[in-house]
T-cell receptor
Framework: GQQVMQIPQYQHVQEGEDFTTYCNSS?????IQWYKQRPGGHPVFLIQ?????EVKKQKRLTFQFGEAKKNSSLHITATQTTDVGTYFC????????FGAGTTVTVRA | KAGVTQTPRYLIKTRGQQVTLSCSPI?????VSWYQQTPGQGLQFLFE???????NKGNFPGRFSGRQFSNSRSEMNVSTLELGDSALYLC?????????????FGPGTRLTVT
């Protein structure tokens, strides 16, 4: 079964608004990866977080790894229609264990 | 560099048949993993191959098998197909696999079992 839990499962966002999706694990993670899958597409690697408390930014996306390395978050500012898709947090220990994902839709 | 390629892209089979899917990783990548994606179960890991050896395996029945060739290309086989095997099968390649490296996914093979 899934080893990482993601909330919310669905996120409906007005264009221009911000939102955050959260990822939680019951065990300490060596690292966490984030992938994005557009509708009809395949998962695409976004970022990997390794260090406790690490924060990384990619333009309007901010990724954070918790101090205890048991949780992570993805914050998107000023949502655009190009942000539509499902965002997965992924535990990587030789195999990728995907969370259920947060599916984002954007209202123009 | 060319990305991960998978063939065929779409496949329709009937129950009881078997199917073979193919994956060509990014040049230089030695690890190939296979995943099954369904609306109900999400993305689930099938197995990983590295240097022609199965290095890790998910919780799928023995009907699901795979192999990797010396050029890192990989195939997966599903025997005695069941309706529940209908899914998107994704292949992902990685430089060495393991926890340090990101995986690059192919476009997938959409398998429909009737």
């Amino acid at each position: 079964g899934q080893q990482v839990m993601q909330i919310p499962q669905y996120q409906h966002v007005q264009e221009g608004e911000d939102f955050t999706t959260y990822c939680n694990s019951s065990t300490t993670l060596s690292n966490i990866q984030w992938y994005k899958q557009r509708p009809g597409g395949h998962p695409v690697f976004l970022i990997q977080l390794v260090k406790s408390g690490e924060v990384k930014k990619q333009k309007r996306l901010t990724f954070q790894f918790g101090e205890a390395k048991k949780n992570s978050s993805l914050h998107i500012t000023a949502t655009q229609t190009t942000d539509v898709g499902t965002y997965f947090c992924v535990k990587n220990d030789y195999k990728l264990s995907f969370g259920a994902g947060t599916t984002v839709t954007v209202r123009a | 560099k060319a990305g991960v390629t998978q063939t065929p892209r779409y496949l329709i089979k009937t129950r009881g048949q078997q199917v073979t899917l193919s994956c060509s990783p990014i040049s230089g990548h030695r690890s190939v993993s296979w995943y099954q994606q369904t609306p109900g179960q999400g993305l689930q890991f099938l197995f990983e191959y590295f240097s022609e050896t199965q290095r890790n395996k998910g919780n799928f029945p023995g009907r699901f098998s795979g192999r990797q060739f010396s050029n890192s290309r990989s195939e997966m086989n599903v025997s005695t197909l069941e309706l529940g095997d209908s899914a998107l099968y994704l292949c992902a390649s990685s430089l060495y696999g393991g926890s340090k490296y990101e995986q690059y996914f192919g476009p997938g093979t959409r398998l429909t079992v009737t």
